[in-house]
């Protein structure tokens, strides 16, 4: 098999048409299952009793639970990782830009004005189609370089100022937001292996070729097209967990969203309303 075609067609092609594929597939696998039932009747001596075909049929469903289960376990704990890593994400910055407001100007607003135009471009990334991730990425890096060149100026800055305790958490914070950055890239590449899926659709076709070989009048096969309509249902859930960005179950950016909420609607002025209030010094 074309791995890199099948790979390809599991992460681009719309749910829809694979779900379409699949249940094409598997009606024609028990037709031919159908079709080798009817040949092997006629050729049946008579008096030949049937096989023990019952007992076939459930332990071919029961490794098919099994490892649908398995699939499904691996895609729902990516998901997962990758809504918890923006909520992470989302406290990172927020801390980030909190502790930037105790910094001296120019560079509080200098980060501040870098933290924000960060946070639009991380949801407007996370929500990116494939296609459209390039642009989005660079100005991602870009911003990160200057971020971490603005925090070197400002520490030396807070360094001059002896207040190294600050220094060393704020340097913490910034570090821990870049970090996450990296561990949402690594998060978006982390799916499913293809082999897997690969592995599943052949024994789900099989399967179906098993109950039109076993399944017999118009109530069996009505069955085993129910049966099937309800395998392709499973299967498409898990390859839309698998999906990041196409599918539609994506994780949620809320967030970020409201991180990015707070931070425009609290420049860097609003932190100086007690220090205005404060009297000057004698």
Known sequence: M????FQSFLASTPLEW???AL??????????GVALKARRERRRAPGEADGQEGYIVSAVLGLLALLMGFTFSLAVDRFEARRMLALQEANAIGTTYLR???LTEPHRSRMSDLLLRYVDNRILLA?????????????????IVDMWAASSAAFDAVKARDFSDFS????????EMIDMDTSRKAARLARVPTEVFAVLFIYLITTAGVLGYVLRGVRGRLAAGFLMLLL??????????NRPTLGLIVESQWAL???QQFMHANPPATFDRWRQAAPASP
């Open 100 to 102: 930037s407001q105790l």
């Open 168 to 175: 060393s958490i704020y340097l913490t914070s910034v570090n």
């Open 23 to 32: 249940f094409g597939a598997m009606c024609a696998a028990a037709a031919i």
């Open 18 to 20: 694979v779900a379409l």
């Open 257 to 259: 969203e409201t991180t």
């Open 127 to 143: 929500k990116a189609k494939p296609d459209e991730v390039a642009p989005y990425l660079a100005v991602n890096d870009a911003l």
């Open 232 to 241: 392709t249902l499973s299967l498409s859930l898990i390859v839309d967990l």
């Open 2 to 5: 074309d791995w890199p075609w």
